[in-house]
């Protein structure tokens, strides 16, 4: 017998909700241990991601039709419901019905008669009550109305409709709920774009070359993913396009020595070795010791040899790394609202006290890492979040307390012009929002 794909599905959802787990990570890992056909494993994928996403949405759905509060009911009974839901209101192929018995069915599983007739009653009234839920509307209550028609926190559509009018926040908050692209970078330690695009089309893919990056692909439809890995294994990095443009404006040359302080998995990190020929050495750290692993794999994969990694707090001083690198890398931890698109829990993680706590500790690690670019240095400053006090505001505020330094300037990718600085907007530029500075210590 095949596995069950709503069993799988409800086991992930839960373990995403209640074990705080990462969707992607469940996922993947179910998907692994279950003999699934293709054609289920796509089903399954959708539904995890689906009512992921969608969860405030299904809850306000679900309290008008349970008169308990929904904290009330045991976690894998309500991921049970709220996939039910999903499938009820969301997905016009699959028959109300259909959704109603494998869901009574699911039940039975982990709950006694009472809790099958509690699901089977709530999921009845959903199929009734579909055509007369009535959302907020759009002129009188914007805020509300797309935090429940977009599959968004309140307080984040609240900050977005204040930052970018009522077209840019729903144009932002539809970004994040389309499946994102398999985006490629080549290794060209190996291969180059031209190849690799070629070989991956007579495979069957539909790629083309991204326009933002020289070494990107960007797969709009991929007919066997394992392939990818077992044929290509070492000509490619998973990254997205606005990611890729990091490693250019640092721009190390080979034979030089460069500092990568917040690595993992190594992304960049690689792609610095890649732009060096891998010739010199990168110290690459992070604070988690299980990522020091990441950057070791993906170094191995890749075929890289330049890269040290190493347990290493980036806002704690290394008195041995003093003026000592030519190239410095803070890819800072940020609250990640520019990439939520890839990251289906995420959205339902954060709150907006969490943004009070990233700027100080950005701050820290900037300062601490100039202290390792020599004279004449670069050092480039990311993240991958829209909010101006986690970008724009960190380097000009460092810049305005140290005067040995400068903006160093680099080219826009699209445009050619020199900037300063980028700010990448998903709902202006299609890409992962993202922010990339570039300054240099002056002789």
């Known amino acids: 017998?095949?596995?069950?794909?709503?069993?799988?599905?409800?086991?992930?959802?839960?373990?995403?909700?209640?074990?705080?787990?990462?969707?992607?990570?469940?996922?993947?890992?179910?998907?692994?241990?279950?003999?699934?056909?293709?054609?289920?494993?796509?089903?399954?994928?959708?539904?995890?991601?689906?009512?992921?996403?969608?969860?405030g949405t299904i809850d306000w759905l679900l309290q008008q039709l349970v008169s308990r509060p929904l904290g009330k009911i045991e976690p894998m009974i309500l991921n049970i419901l709220r996939l039910g839901v999903f499938q009820i209101y969301f997905l016009e192929r699959i028959p109300a019905s259909a959704a109603c018995n494998e869901s009574v069915n699911l039940a039975k599983k982990f709950g006694h008669e009472g809790i099958v007739k509690f699901v089977n009653g709530v999921l009845r009234g959903a199929v009734r009550s579909k055509e007369s839920i009535v959302y907020p509307d759009a002129e009188k209550d914007p805020r509300q109305y797309l935090a429940l028609k977009e599959f968004h926190p309140d307080w984040l559509v609240k900050r977005w409709l204040k930052q970018f009018g009522f077209e840019g926040a729903q144009a932002l908050c539809r970004f994040d709920n389309e499946p994102p692209p398999l985006t490629l970078r080549v290794n060209t330690l190996v291969s180059d774009r031209k190849t690799l695009l070629a070989s991956l089309q007579e495979d069957g893919f539909e790629a083309e070359p991204s326009k933002w990056c020289e070494d990107g692909i960007?797969?709009?439809?991929?007919?066997?993913?394992s392939v990818l890995f077992?044929?290509?294994?070492?000509?490619?990095?998973?990254?997205?396009?606005?990611?890729m443009l990091v490693a250019p404006v640092l721009a190390p040359q080979p034979g030089q020595t460069v500092i990568d302080v917040c690595s993992a998995?190594?992304?960049?990190?690689?792609?610095?070795?890649?732009?060096?020929?891998?010739?010199?050495?990168?110290?690459a750290t992070d604070i988690h010791e299980h990522k020091i692993k990441l950057i070791e794999e993906n170094s191995r994969r890749l075929g890289i040899t330049i890269i040290?990694?190493?347990?290493?707090?980036?806002?704690?001083?290394?008195?041995?790394?003093?003026?000592?690198?030519?190239?410095?890398?803070?890819?800072a931890p940020c609250s990640g609202l520019g990439v939520l698109r890839r990251r289906a829990e995420a959205r339902w993680k954060k709150n907006k006290l969490d943004l009070k706590t990233f700027p100080p500790l950005q701050r820290d690690i900037l300062r601490n890492a100039a202290r390792?670019?020599?004279?004449?240095?670069?050092?480039?400053?990311?993240?991958?979040?829209?909010?101006?006090?986690?970008?724009?505001?960190?380097?000009?505020?460092?810049l305005e307390n140290n005067s040995n330094w400068q903006y160093a300037g680099f080219q826009h990718p699209l445009t050619g012009e020199t900037v300063d600085e980028l700010q990448l907007l998903p709902q202006h530029d299609g890409t992962d929002g993202f922010y990339i500075c570039a300054l240099v210590r002056k002789e």
């Open 218 to 225: 960007v797969c709009t439809k991929i007919p066997e993913l």
């Open 265 to 283: 998995p190594g992304g960049k990190t690689t792609h610095l070795a890649q732009l060096m020929q891998n010739k010199g050495v990168i110290y």
């Open 372 to 398: 390792y670019v020599k004279p004449g240095g670069r050092l480039v400053y990311s993240t991958c979040t829209l909010e101006q006090a986690e970008n724009h505001y960190i380097p000009a505020e460092f």
């Open 308 to 331: 040290e990694p190493s347990l290493q707090d980036a806002a704690e001083f290394k008195p041995e790394w003093a003026s000592m690198a030519d190239c410095v890398l803070v890819d």
């Open 1 to 55: 017998m095949l596995p069950n794909a709503r069993l799988t599905a409800a086991q992930v959802i839960n373990s995403v909700f209640k074990d705080g787990a990462y969707a992607n990570i469940a996922l993947g890992k179910a998907l692994s241990k279950q003999n699934h056909s293709e054609q289920d494993r796509r089903f399954v994928t959708e539904l995890v991601y689906g009512t992921v996403k969608a969860k």
């Open 230 to 243: 077992s044929k290509y294994n070492d000509m490619f990095y998973v990254q997205d396009e606005s990611s």
